[in-house]
């Protein structure tokens, strides 16, 4: 199940971050998909969710309350690794593909090698000046990021509940071995 809202905040985080840049590109959301993809099976791997949430359950009664403390907690593990790794794969990206981009352009155009060289050069260079400092860049997209994500989280969790434990009996609400009233 953890896999699965990996891919979710994965998806919706890089979505988010590349429209919200300005300057949409496939290349670049396919790659920051992928980096915060694994950075989120990685967080999966490493920090025990469900025994937090079972910690969680016994001291919440179940309910609205007990999915949005849960939500929040998964939204403080995840959001601030992967909002910190996609910042820096785009900081140091971005400017190489703009640079490729016009180099290849230039080229294409008839520029000497020397011309597509100095157009790659200012290419990265502008992309590199067009970022806010990263603690701005970092905050911002964190915010944002943290907000919508318990957002995904509290929505998504129930619906993944159930398609992960599709067809298991599960305990009525007078708890395991007793009877719903």
Not at 109 to 114: N, Q, T
């Amino acid at each position: 199940m953890s896999v699965m809202m990996g891919v979710v905040l994965s998806l919706y985080m890089s979505l988010y971050n590349n429209f919200n840049s300005g300057n949409f590109s496939p290349v670049m959301l396919l790659i920051s998909f992928v980096v915060s993809l694994i950075i989120s099976i990685l967080i999966g791997i490493i920090v025990p969710m469900p025994k937090i949430s079972k910690a969680l359950a016994q001291k919440i009664k179940p309910g609205p309350g007990l999915r949005a403390v849960d939500a929040l907690v998964s939204d403080a593990i995840y959001t601030p690794v992967i909002t910190l790794f996609m910042i820096l794969v785009v900081r140091n990206l971005a400017p190489v593909l703009a640079s490729k981009g016009a180099e290849r352009e230039a080229l294409a155009g008839g520029a000497s090698a020397e011309a597509a060289a100095r157009a790659a050069s200012e290419a990265a260079a502008n992309v590199s000046a067009s970022f806010p400092p990263f603690v701005k860049m970092f905050i911002g997209s964190f915010l944002i990021c943290y907000a919508l994500g318990f957002f995904v989280i509290y929505v998504a969790q129930p619906i993944f509940m159930k398609i992960a434990f599709k067809g298991i009996p599960m305990p009525g609400q007078g708890g395991p071995g007793k009877r719903p009233e």
